[in-house]
């Protein structure tokens, strides 16, 4: 009988050992649900339907994307948009103290021109701009600053006007340098960008295009209309006082042309700056309601876990009980 006896204590313990292990499993893994606030097993938690999480997951991976499209483009419009207010602010107040030039003094004159000479390069180094390394006007060249430098984008006009001294011919050489696309004209030798837009998505149903470049007639037109105010005070030309004012007439009529078009690209441009804006609106509420149902698929019911995480305490600890229960009646049959 004793023999027999021990068969059945050997495998009522083994029992015990294995309802004991499974019990340590339950627990660990409710503990570790409770800690972390997560499923342990997603595919069972899911009943092995993987594809709705792996949407949702891909999607927000999409959308992460499309916030980090978007908040570049947003930093490079940003930092276009404070370049060209920059500009219009010279050019809208210069335009109009050069257009009055001819009723100045001489000495006025000659300040206006020094005057010139010092906005050309402010308004190079502001279309010279660059956003996290980015130059914003290049094109797809984005980096290599789209304009010479400004002494040598003068040197160049200088070229254009040598042994001129009447101010209607030289106003016409200077348009004819900046309009032309030829080897010789301004955009082969100060432009070092390139004329292709670049674009970006922002959104699953929003791509946002930048087309604007140094090139532009806005900025065309607004440098040679300093150019001009700078060339007038030139010393090599030598031009006189009625010269000089006339030539800074010329160029006042093309700053004030230059402010219109700088006007309009700050529109157009804040046109496309409220779509980003939108876009990101929607990329946002589509994340929240995504991350949402990545929760309720992820997250373990805290309540039910720390039911279940109680019970399975409870059980183990009824285990141990009759584990050492049973220890002690097996012991007492062996006595026996």
């Known amino acids: 009988m004793k023999g027999s006896n021990s068969i059945g204590d050997l495998s009522r313990f083994a029992q015990l050992r294995q309802s004991n292990a499974l019990l340590k499993a339950r627990l660990a893994l409710l503990s570790k649900e ?5 499923k342990s097993d997603v595919p069972a938690a899911l009943g092995g339907n993987m594809g709705r999480l792996a949407h949702v997951q891909s999607r927000l991976a999409l959308l992460e994307s499309y916030d980090r499209n978007a908040s570049l483009l947003q930093s490079e419009q940003d930092g276009l948009q404070a370049a060209l207010t920059g500009v219009g602010d010279i050019v809208s107040a210069r335009g109009a103290q050069m257009l009055a030039a001819p009723t100045l003094s001489g000495i006025a004159v000659d300040a206006l021109c020094g005057q ?16 996290g390394g980015r130059f914003v006007l290049s094109g797809t060249a984005v980096t290599t600053a789209p304009l010479s430098q400004p002494d040598d984008i ?8 040598s042994g001129l001294s009447d101010p209607a011919g030289i106003s016409a050489a200077i348009d004819a340098w900046f309009a032309s696309d030829a080897p010789t004209g301004f955009a082969a030798q100060a432009f070092h960008g390139t004329s292709l837009p670049t674009s970006a998505g922002v959104s699953p149903d929003t791509t946002i295009t930048q087309d604007v470049n140094a090139l532009d007639p806005a900025f065309r037109t607004t440098l040679k209309g300093l150019v001009l105010g700078a060339l007038a005070g030139d010393p ?3 031009l006189s006082s009625a010269s000089k004012a006339a030539l800074l007439g010329q160029a006042g009529q093309r700053l004030v042309q230059g402010s219109t078009l700088i006007t309009q690209l700050q529109a157009e441009l804040g046109m ?3 779509i980003v804006q939108q876009a990101v609106s929607r990329n946002t509420a589509e994340t929240s309601a995504l991350s949402i149902a990545r929760s309720d698929m992820l997250s373990a019911d805290p309540y039910e876990t720390a039911s279940a995480l109680a019970q399975t305490q409870t059980s183990l600890q009824n285990l141990y009980a009759l584990t050492a229960r049973l220890s002690q009646l097996s012991l007492t049959d062996y006595i026996k």
């Open 116 to 131: 010139a000479m010092q906005d050309f390069g402010t308004v190079v180094r502001m279309l010279n701009t660059q956003i």
């Open 236 to 238: 090599g030309l030598g």
């Open 34 to 38: 409770a800690a972390s606030g997560l």
């Open 154 to 161: 003068l040197d160049l006009a200088r070229a254009q006007v």
């Open 272 to 274: 496309k700056q409220e």
